[in-house]
C-alpha cells in the first residue's frame, strides 16, 4: 500500500463491522475491554511454515485511524436511515489511541494456530480494525512466504529477481509483491516505483521489443565509444562486426545467417550502458545468432576496457541452454585469452515456477540470476493465507468459537506465546499459555498438550525460552523501533534458519509442534463442556 493512502484506509474495510459497531454501542458495550488474535489455520502451499509479513502496514494504519467527516457522511448514507445519529457522533470520536498490538517481529517464522497479532482494547475499535488487518497481514505473509520457498529451491548463491509487476493483482498486490517478495529472500526488483517507495534494489535490461526494433547496422546512431581509460571516442560497430567475424570463425557459425538488426540493437545498447551491457540472446536463434552477436559485442567492450554484466535467457530448456552458453563462452575465454568471459553470469526467465525451478536444481545448471514472476506474485499454489481475526476475551472472560469443524475452534483467553529450543538451537514447539501463568524456563521439563485432534500429553525440556510476541503499539503510538526492510530480511533469514530442514521441506514437511499449557488446556476443556 502506497505510503501517501494509509490515513484513507479506515474504510477499507466490510460493512458488517459498522453494523457491529451500531450493535455494540447500542447496547452500551462500545467500551468494553476485549482481545482478538490474527492467526491462520493451515500452513500455506501444504509446506510446514509461513513468514509474517505485513506488521509495519498495520502500524502505520493503527496510527493514522480515524474517521474524517467526508467518511462519516458516506457511512450515513449507505447505512440503514433509522440508525441514530449519536452513533455517528460517536464514530468521530473514535481512534486507536486505546489500541494495544502485540506481534511476532516481522519476518519471523509463523505457525497454524499461534497469533501474529494480539490485539487488545476497547471492543467497538478492535472489532472495526479485523477486515483492514487481514488484508494488511494476508497477501504480504503469502507472498513473502511463496518468496522464501523459491529461495530454498534456488540455493543462497543465485540471484533472484522478482518481475511480476505485470501479472500481480493490480497496483497494490505489484508493490506489495515487490516489498514483500525482497523479504523472502528475493535480491532486486524490477518494480522501479517499489524500488522508490520501499528501498527495495531495482534491476532492469532490455525487452525482446528493443531487440526487435533494429532492423540493420544503419540504424545504430551514435556509433562512437570512449574507451574506458582513453578520451578519443572509437567508432564502435565496425570494432563489433571485426570481432563477429572471429567469433562466428571460432564458433563454426555462418556469419552470414546471423541476424544484423540484433547486432545493431546489441551495439546500440553496448553504447549507451557500456558498463552495464547485458544481452538478451533469444529474440531469434540462440546458437545461431544472438550468442555469436552477444560474444562479439561483449569481447569489443572488453578491448575498450569494459565488462559485460551478463546474458539473459526467456525461453525454451533454460538448464539446457545455460550449459551450452557457458562452454561457448569458456571457448571464447580460451581462443581470445580473456579469463573473465567464461564466467559471465547467465540469467534465465520464462514463466519459472517451484516445480521447473526444482528441476533446474536438480539437474545441475550454469545459471547464475534467475527471474520469476507470475508463480511469485500471484502465488497461484494458494491464492490466499487464509488468515482469520478471532475474538479470544471481552470484559474478562474467556471467549471460545465452538463449532463441529475442530480446524475451526479457537483458544481463548490472553496468552503468552513462548518459542522452545533444542540442544542444537532449532525451535521444536510454539507453546501457548495465559498470561498469569508463570513460564517456561530453560532447563526446567513442562507439561503440554500438542494441539491436533488427539491432544497428546507431552513433557518437554528446552534448551532456551524465547518469547514470541513484542508490544509494538500502544496509546496511540508505535513504541519500538522498527527496523528496516534489509534488517527484516536479514531476520527472516535467520529465523528460518533455526527450524529443522524436516520441517522447511516443501514437500510433506515434519509438522511443526505447536501445544498448550495443561492449564490453558483445561480452560479450554471447560468451554467446550459448558458450550454444549
Known amino acids: ?15 458488517y463491522q459498522f453494523t457491529m459497531a451500531y450493535g ?9 475491554p476485549a482481545e482478538f488474535e490474527l492467526f491462520f489455520r493451515r500452513c500455506p502451499f501444504r509446506g510446514g511454515f509461513a513468514l509474517s509479513a505485513g506488521l509495519g502496514e498495520c502500524l502505520a494504519f493503527l496510527r493514522a485511524f480515524r474517521l474524517r467527516e467526508p467518511e462519516i457522511e458516506y457511512l450515513q448514507s449507505v447505512l440503514p436511515s433509522t440508525m441514530e445519529k449519536a452513533f455517528f457522533d460517536y464514530l468521530r470520536t473514535v481512534d486507536a489511541s486505546e489500541v494495544t498490538v502485540s506481534s511476532v517481529p516481522e519476518g519471523s517464522i509463523v505457525f497454524a494456530t499461534v497469533p501474529l497479532l494480539q490485539v487488545k482494547g476497547p471492543l467497538l475499535v478492535v472489532q472495526i480494525l479485523e477486515t483492514t488487518l487481514l488484508c494488511l497481514v494476508n497477501y504480504a505473509s503469502l507472498v513473502a512466504t511463496n518468496a522464501a520457498r523459491f529461495r530454498m529451491l534456488a540455493g543462497p548463491d543465485k540471484k533472484l529477481l522478482e518481475l511480476g509487476l505485470r501479472r500481480a493483482q493490480g497496483p497494490d498486490g505489484g508493490l506489495s509483491a515487490s516489498k514483500y517478495s525482497y523479504i523472502g529472500g528475493f535480491d532486486w526488483t524490477s518494480n522501479v516505483l517499489a524500488g522508490k517507495l520501499y528501498g527495495v534494489p531495482v534491476r532492469g535490461t532490455v525487452a525482446h521489443s528493443y531487440i526487435m526494433s533494429f532492423s540493420s547496422l544503419a540504424e545504430v546512431q551514435p556509433r562512437t565509444l570512449k574507451p574506458l581509460d582513453g578520451d578519443e571516442p572509437v567508432d564502435f560497430l565496425p570494432l563489433a562486426e571485426s570481432w563477429l567475424r572471429r567469433v562466428c570463425q571460432t564458433l563454426r557459425v555462418p556469419h552470414d545467417r546471423v541476424n544484423h538488426g ?7 545498447y553496448a553504447i549507451a550502458f557500456p558498463h552495464n551491457f547485458q544481452g538478451l540472446v533469444d529474440t531469434y536463434s540462440i546458437m545461431g545468432s544472438g550468442i555469436p552477436n552477444f560474444c562479439a559485442v561483449a569481447l569489443a567492450l572488453n578491448q575498450l576496457g569494459y565488462r559485460t554484466v551478463g546474458i539473459r535467457v526467456d525461453s525454451g530448456d533454460l538448464g539446457k541452454q545455460a550449459r551450452e552458453i557457458r562452454q561457448v563462452l569458456r571457448t571464447c575465454s580460451a581462443d581470445f585469452q580473456v579469463p573473465w568471459f567464461a564466467t559471465i553470469p547467465i540469467a534465465v526467465s520464462n514463466d519459472i515456477s517451484e516445480r521447473n525451478l526444482e528441476e533446474l536444481m536438480q539437474e545441475g545448471n550454469e545459471i547464475d540470476m534467475i527471474g520469476i514472476g ?7 499454489l494458494q491464492p490466499s493465507l487464509g488468515c482469520v481475526y478471532k475474538l479470544v476475551k ?18 481463548p483467553g490472553s496468552k503468552v506465546v513462548y518459542r522452545l529450543s533444542n540442544a542444537t538451537g532449532l525451535a521444536f514447539m510454539d507453546l501457548m499459555a495465559l498470561e498469569e501463568e508463570p513460564p517456561p524456563r530453560a532447563g526446567q521439563e513442562v507439561a503440554v498438550r500438542l494441539l491436533g485432534r488427539s491432544e497428546e500429553a507431552r513433557r518437554v525440556t528446552p534448551t532456551a525460552v524465547e518469547i514470541l510476541h513484542r508490544t509494538y503499539f500502544k496509546d496511540g503510538q508505535v513504541c519500538q523501533v522498527l527496523p528496516g526492510l534489509l534488517e527484516i530480511k536479514s531476520h527472516a533469514h535467520a ?16 509438522p511443526y509442534q505447536v501445544a498448550v499449557t495443561e492449564k490453558l488446556h483445561f480452560l479450554l476443556s471447560d468451554l467446550r463442556r459448558s458450550s454444549r
Not at 24 to 32: D, L
Open 394 to 411: 471481552v470484559h474478562g472472560c474467556p471467549k471460545l468459537k465452538l463449532t463441529e469443524d475442530e480446524e475451526k475452534m479457537t483458544i
Open 24 to 32: 455494540y454501542w447500542r447496547a452500551g458495550r462500545q467500551r468494553e
Open 1 to 15: 500500500m502506497e505510503p501517501g493512502r494509509r490515513d484513507s484506509l479506515a474504510l477499507l474495510t466490510d460493512l
Open 374 to 380: 507470475t508463480n511469485l506474485v500471484t502465488c497461484p
Open 262 to 268: 540484433e547486432l545493431a540493437a546489441f551495439v546500440s
Open 495 to 510: 529465523s528460518l534458519s533455526m527450524l529443522s530442514p524436516a520441517h522447511k521441506r516443501l514437500q510433506d514437511p515434519e
